[in-house]
């Protein structure tokens, strides 16, 4: 489940806060989960039903693109892949 819907902006401070999430707290450093859009979750869909595995350039450049950091990117396609072999 997403904490916010797809289609609602992120909370403040963009789609990905760089803070803990508790101040003070034992967040331990963990970054809140990135609310995608759907055009930024088509754009990931049909980039991974071509290849799985993203090079470092087609990284940058996806994300150069859709906005968001090459992290992002690079921990969407790698959370894509567990879903993938989960399914089968």
């Known amino acids: ?10 909370p403040e401070g963009g789609p990905e806060c760089s ?11 963990r970054r809140l989960r990135t609310a995608f859009s759907a055009e930024q979750l088509s754009t ?4 991974f039903q071509r290849q799985q ?8 450049r996806l994300a150069g ?5 090459e992290v992002q990117i690079k921990t969407w396609f790698q959370n894509r892949r567990m879903k993938l072999k989960r399914q089968l």
């Not at 489940?1 to 992120?10: H, I, K, M, N, Y």
């Not at 990931?44 to 980039?47: A, D, G, I, V």
């Not at 595995?53 to 940058?60: C, S």
């Open 1 to 10: 489940e997403r904490p916010w819907g797809a289609e609602q902006p992120p």
């Open 65 to 69: 693109r859709m906005g968001l950091s």
């Open 19 to 29: 803070g803990p999430e508790e101040p003070g707290g034992r967040g331990g450093g």
């Open 44 to 47: 990931l869909e049909s980039s």
């Open 53 to 60: 595995y993203l090079g470092a350039a087609e990284r940058r």
